[in-house]
Nanobody, 121 residues
Framework: VQLQASGGGLVQAGGSLRLSCAAS????????MGWFRQAPGKERAFVAR????????YTADSVKGRFTISRDNAKNTVYLQMTSLKPEDTAVYYC???????????????WGQGTQVTVSS
């Protein structure tokens, strides 16, 4: 199984980025997909998750209204659209796949390698 995250980079505060995560080696439509982030010196934190069909999403309060998770099961890809970025959004962003509910970080079976997002003030 491989989860390949991409789309990170350096952006000014207020800007936007779209992260992508391409999955292979698994039946993508059977997995809840999630995005997490880890800032320097901090624990990995939940950002958003999306159900198998894409019909249900859940977003952390810290990014609600600014970040949107979506998926394209035909392309085996999950996305994270990030808008109104803030310096505190700076982190390495990871995608992950859960064969269960995806409601706890321990419930994710597979992880991508991460992509760096840096937001300058």
């Amino acid at each position: 199984v491989q989860l390949q995250a991409s789309g990170g980079g350096l952006v000014q505060a207020g800007g936007s980025l779209r992260l992508s995560c391409a999955a292979s080696g698994l039946t993508f439509g059977n997995y809840v997909m999630g995005w997490f982030r880890q800032a320097p010196g901090k624990e990995r934190a939940f950002v958003a998750r999306i159900s198998w069909s894409g019909g249900s999403t859940y977003t952390a309060d810290s990014v609600k209204g600014r970040f949107t998770i979506s998926r394209d099961n035909a392309k085996n890809t999950v996305y994270l659209q990030m808008t109104s970025l803030k310096p505190e959004d700076t982190a390495v962003y990871y995608c992950a796949a859960s064969g269960t509910t995806g409601r706890s970080i321990g419930g994710y079976d597979y992880w991508g390698q991460g992509t760096q997002v840096t937001v300058s003030s």
